[in-house]
């Protein structure tokens, strides 16, 4: 039962056994296949922070149909670009915040601001965000979305889940809500199912950086089996078909030894003068006790222009 798993993965007394973990680093084809076939017909785009495609490994998991997992597309400097963006630019105004709720922030100054451009910085802030919605915003009570609760959405993150999602296959599939995730090393995400969207047959794009964490999917109900699986950073799981119907949560965040952020890539490419060397030094000390996951869902069905 998804329950049992959860509780089992999260337990820190005993530590559970990782052995069962589906861990995509070490290739085990009894549970994952590859899939090979549309690789090499896209460009390169470095500026979305990608490697060329014809270079990443994509699986499907096999007891979990349209459960695809993409290992880490990302150059270094595109995991930089992307972790400093969640940290600086997505968690303000006119996104909405966990922390707004509380009234922690004044209004005319933002997390980023306020946690490290302070002379006396927030410490306590620091390890209080938890989400930041952008584009239709998802609101945890009713769990519905509303065209009187949105704000526009950053072109480069619609950019990249286009790209990916015509990487894969998927046709016309437009980001419309944004979910971003800020972890602690002792956060968890309790497990759920995504259908506040009225289009829960588009895929679903779930985008990892920092810490490593165990990703567990299960089936329809609670009652059903659940499968952990090891996400690192740069990880991209899409839930399509019947897994984007399925419960899922993250119940354990573990540290990185290997930090695919800090690596020397030298391949060319257009972001580096993007990642300002002062922002950069902020947001990897913040990555190195934390993992950030960017959550992208269309919600409109095609041809729909607003929610009734
Ligand atoms: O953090 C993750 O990998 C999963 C996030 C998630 O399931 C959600 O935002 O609904």
């Known amino acids: 039962m998804f329950k049992d798993s959860f509780k089992y993965y999260k337990s820190r007394n005993p530590f559970p056994d990782l052995k069962n973990v589906i861990d995509i680093d070490s290739t085990d084809y009894t549970k994952v296949r590859p899939i090979e076939d549309f690789l090499l017909k896209y460009e390169n785009r470095y500026d979305l922070g990608l490697r060329p495609t014809k270079d990443w490994k994509i699986y499907e998991l096999k007891c979990n149909l349209g459960l695809i997992f993409i290992q880490n597309p990302f150059t270094a400097e595109g995991q930089q ?10 968690p303000k105004k006119p996104n909405k915040l966990n922390l707004d709720e509380h009234k922690l922030l004044n209004d005319n100054t933002s997390w980023w601001e306020e946690c490290f451009k302070n002379s006396d910085g927030n410490v306590s802030l620091l390890t209080k965000l938890r989400w930041t919605t952008l584009g239709y915003h998802h609101d945890w009570n009713t769990k519905h979305y509303s065209e009187n609760s949105k704000s526009i959405l950053p072109s480069e993150l619609c950019n990249l889940t286009t790209f990916l999602a015509n990487v894969l296959n998927y046709t016309g599939f437009n980001a419309e809500a944004i979910i971003i995730n800020y972890y602690r090393m002792n956060s968890t995400l309790a497990g759920h199912t995504d259908h506040s969207e009225v289009n829960i047959e588009a895929p679903l794009f779930s985008i990892s950086f920092g810490q490593n964490a165990i990703f567990l999917i299960g089936g329809l109900t609670q009652e059903e089996p659940a499968t952990p699986i090891y ?33 020397n890539d030298s391949m060319q490419n257009k972001l580096h003068s993007e990642v300002d ?10 990555i190195s006790e934390a993992r950030i996951n960017i959550n992208v869902r269309q919600v409109l069905k095609p041809g729909q222009i607003r929610l009734l």
């Open 81 to 90: 670009y992307w972790i400093t963006k969640c940290l600086k630019d997505y």
């Open 231 to 263: 996400l690192r950073s740069g990880d991209i799981v899409v839930m399509s078909k019947t897994s984007r119907h399925c419960y899922h949560g993250i119940p354990k965040i573990l540290p990185t030894l290997v930090k695919p952020w800090m690596s």
């Open 277 to 286: 060397s002062e922002d950069w030094s902020i947001a990897s000390n913040y």
